[in-house]
């Protein structure tokens, strides 16, 4: 079903436009696909995470989009042509490209001045607070080489991949992560990630899709933040995608 697979302007990055880049930023593994990837016995969770970065790296994609948080909707659009994703936003005006690599990915702010990588140890500091971490932000978890397949599991109706990968060392917000990767398209459906006490503390879905000129795409995605002490959600998002 799914394809799914700076110089830091301080004045808007971090307002409310920060929230969206940092949730519409998992789109990029959200795109839909037809490809049937995976075939009996089960891969390797190394073949898996090949395949879902493949599919990222190789989209041609461009389409408008919101994300709806409570009574706040902020629109922006959606540019990949292959390893490279632009998201533009006005109001102010805003662009953030991201660059998809084999071994890693690599985020840049644009500006007059031309583009700049965004820093982890800064680009933390203007997200704190925010529902999204720069783990998020460029899919440093699909990277790991620590991974293994934990069994199949069903995401609405879709009959997925359950993976868990494990953070290389403690620089990430993740202890270890959780994805659910369509079977029949290598799309991601699902994924959670967890601190470093084990808990529960982010969780991004696909709720539906939709097709657009025979291909099918992201339709809209619940994102959720979690209380990790009661595992209650503290606060939910929607990214959805039109054309």
Known sequence: MTKMRPK??????????????????????MTLAVL???????????DILDSVRMLESR??????????????????????NGPLIRYTFTNPDETLELRLGEKSSRLELVSDAGTEKVGASK??????GTIVMYGDLTFKFLYWPTARVL?????????????????PSRDSPYSN????VDKA????????????DAKLIKRFEVVSAQKIEGRWFLKQMRVEQ???VTNHVETRAYVEIKR
């Open 8 to 29: 830091i302007c301080h004045s808007s990055f971090g307002s409310r436009h920060s929230v969206v880049i940092r949730h519409s930023t998992f789109i990029i593994s």
């Open 36 to 46: 049937s990837v995976f075939a009996e016995p089960t891969p390797s969770a190394k």
């Open 59 to 80: 989209q041609q994609i461009d389409l408008q989009g919101q994300l709806r948080q409570e009574d706040v909707v902020i629109p922006f659009r959606l540019m990949q």
């Open 123 to 128: 680009l933390e500091e203007k997200i704190r």
């Open 151 to 167: 069994g199949e599991e069903n995401v609405r109706t879709r009959k997925c991949w359950k993976l868990q990968l494990r953070a």
């Open 177 to 180: 992560v959780l994805l659910w």
């Open 185 to 196: 398209s290598a799309a991601l459906m699902r994924m959670e990630g967890y601190d470093w």
């Open 226 to 228: 979690f209380q990790p």
